[in-house]
């Protein structure tokens, strides 16, 4: 079990300029998350995928987020025109289609100068 | 009013104390409720798991719910300063068998620092 990957960790990237979020979610797991957290916060949930059907968007998500599983396996998560309050850490998580534990990745960090 | 309130803290005790972490939430329909340890800069782990109300036990870990009061607790016994850490309380609506289930709120995190 390698767990939640996400990659890269940490970017830093100009306002206006267009960032992607790769996520590995545990190799069974059917569902996948992203959510978002800031300093100081819990997370906050953004949208999640069973396989590959993007399932619930929260309206946190403008339409400058984009997210994708194709063929329900990883998933990316791309902003575009990024802004500074864009800057959090980017969360993916995953979870079986029966079970209620999620596990979280290790985040990637974004700050927008 | 935030559907799920946690005192952030920071919370100081001596090493061995029993901590105590609390979570309130005004949203009846929770069914099931986490506890995630977060260390600086890093994801949340899962520490414990609960469905509806009672307790469960691991190791040095402890969790109540008490649907009645809306309120759950973690309970940390014999605590070590690797135990310094956030402490995100999470609950669901839903079970992970329904297509809303795994949406998790969390509450705002408790800093917790165990002093040697």
């Known amino acids: 079990d390698t767990g939640v990957s996400q990659d890269p960790r940490h970017k830093i990237t100009k306002r206006g300029q267009n960032v992607t979020f790769r996520c590995d979610p545990i190799s069974e797991h059917n569902r996948l998350y992203w959510y978002r957290q800031t300093l100081g916060q819990g997370p906050e949930f953004l949208t999640y995928f069973q396989n590959e059907a993007q399932l619930e968007k929260s309206r946190l998500l403008s339409d400058r987020f984009s997210a994708e599983r194709p063929k329900g396996s990883f998933s990316t998560l791309e902003i575009q025109r990024t802004e500074q309050g864009d800057s959090a850490m980017y969360l993916c998580?995953?979870?079986?289609?029966?079970?209620?534990?999620?596990?979280f990745g290790e985040g990637s960090w974004l700050t927008v100068v | 009013q935030k559907e799920v309130e946690q005192d952030p803290g920071p919370l100081s005790v001596p090493e061995g104390a029993i901590v105590s972490l609390n979570c309130t939430y005004s949203?009846?329909?929770?069914?099931?409720f986490m506890w995630y340890r977060q260390y600086s800069r890093k994801g949340p782990e899962l520490l414990m798991y609960?469905?509806?109300?009672g307790n469960k036990e691991d190791g040095r870990f402890t969790a109540q719910v008490d649907k009645s009061s809306k309120y759950i607790s973690l309970f940390i016994r014999d605590s070590q300063p690797s135990d310094s850490a956030t402490y995100l309380c999470a609950m669901s609506l839903f079970s992970g068998l329904y297509n809303q289930g795994g949406k998790l709120i969390f509450g705002q995190g408790t800093e917790l620092s165990v002093k040697p």
């Open positions: 998580a995953s979870s079986s289609l029966s079970g209620n534990t999620i596990y």
């Open positions: 609960t469905y509806s109300s």
């Open positions: 949203n009846s329909a929770f069914q099931y």
